[in-house]
Antibody, heavy 126, light 109 residues
């Protein structure tokens, strides 16, 4: 059974960087793209979901949402089936729950996402 | 740029009733690349529908998706207690990539 295990919560200062990991198990790592989606804390009906970017293990490449380009870096270690997301120049607006999510398809980093991690809370505060 | 607008914001219904949720795009979505997710409180989203009308693995048949172009609908034929949650649509074929709607909350009347 496919599982995505994410690293623990982080508290960071504005201007610093954070690196979150997502270890995949229960499937063939090369068969599916893995992306990062974040969700700001907030109230119902829904605090928006926002796609940051993703990694295609089959190709060894990453794609990013344009507005995060230059601030986000997504890498992977095939030997451990782990994908990493590093976000730099953190600001308070980056406080959110960061999910890794597996695409249904090998090279479609934008989804649809059939498996999700439990989320990693990143808090940016001085 | 494709923007997805979901309506209504909140839908108040009773168990057993039918729920109809709408997702409207500002531009036509390529190849019906539209998905629906359910998010229960404190949980990650769960894929329900992809390709506008294909149920994901393990999803009960009371969930169905329809639509094409710019107008899409998620229907829950008879609400079960576990269906009260927030529902998001997502387009994964256009620009900007991977955008989600703002969500519709289905709560108990």
């Amino acid at each position: 059974q496919v599982q995505l295990e994410q690293s623990g919560a982080e508290v960071k200062k504005p201007g610093s960087s954070v690196k979150v990991s997502c270890k995949a198990s229960g499937g063939n790592f090369n068969n599916n793209a893995i992306s990062w989606v974040r969700q700001a804390p907030g109230q119902a009906p829904g605090q928006g979901l926002e796609w940051l970017g993703g990694f295609i293990p089959l190709l060894g490449t990453a794609n990013y949402e344009q507005r995060f380009q230059g601030r986000v870096s997504i890498t992977a270690d095939e030997s451990t089936s782990t994908v990493y997301m590093e976000l730099s120049s953190l600001r308070s607006e980056d406080t959110a729950l960061y999910y890794c999510a597996r695409s249904l398809y090998r090279v479609a980093v934008t989804g649809p996402f059939d498996h999700w991690g439990r989320g990693t809370l990143v808090t940016v505060s001085s | 740029e494709i923007v997805l607008t979901q309506s209504p914001g909140t839908l108040s219904l009773s168990p057993g009733e039918r729920a109809t949720l709408s997702c409207r795009a500002t531009q036509s979505i390529t190849a019906n690349s539209l998905a629906w997710y359910q998010q229960r409180a404190g949980q990650a989203p769960r894929l329900l529908i992809y390709g506008a009308s294909n149920r994901a693995t393990g999803i009960p048949d009371r969930f169905s998706g329809s639509g094409s172009g710019t107008d899409f609908t998620l229907t829950i034929s008879r609400l079960e207690p576990e269906d009260f949650a927030v529902y998001y649509c997502q387009q994964y074929g256009g620009s900007p990539p991977g955008t989600f709607g703002q969500g519709t909350k289905v709560d108990i009347k």
